[in-house]
């Protein structure tokens, strides 16, 4: 089964940074798209921001050149850079890693708080 941990969320102030760590395990990490996606409160879950297979990234328009996405092969770590925080940015942010096998298979880490204060 496959495994997903985050790490590195907390309270930072307006103009803070944060760096989330997921560290993924079980899985053939080369294969398998990831991603970064949270969810604020009375809100569904939206994308923040994915590393592809390829090499090339994705982010929200709300996140783009303030947020940064990376991976690390060797380790099998994913790793999301947050500066410029804005209190919308508030929320459970969610580890994803999806394999695409003709099927979609999508796995979820548990979730770590952020909560940036005004």
């Known amino acids: 089964q496959v495994q997903l941990v985050e790490s590195g969320g907390g309270l930072v102030q307006a103009g803070g940074s944060l760096r989330l760590s997921c560290a993924a395990s079980?899985?053939?990490?080369?294969?398998?798209?990831m991603g970064w996606y949270r969810q604020a409160p009375g809100k569904q879950r939206e994308l923040v921001a994915t590393s592809h297979t390829n090499g090339t990234t994705h982010y929200a328009d709300s996140v783009r050149g303030r947020f940064t996405i990376s991976r690390d092969s060797a380790k099998q770590m994913i790793y999301l850079q947050m500066n410029n925080l804005k209190p919308e940015d508030t929320g459970v942010y969610y580890c994803n890693g999806r394999l695409t096998v003709g099927l979609v298979y999508d796995y979820w880490g548990q979730g770590t708080q952020v909560t940036v204060s005004s």
């Open positions: 079980r899985m053939i990490f080369s294969r398998h798209e």
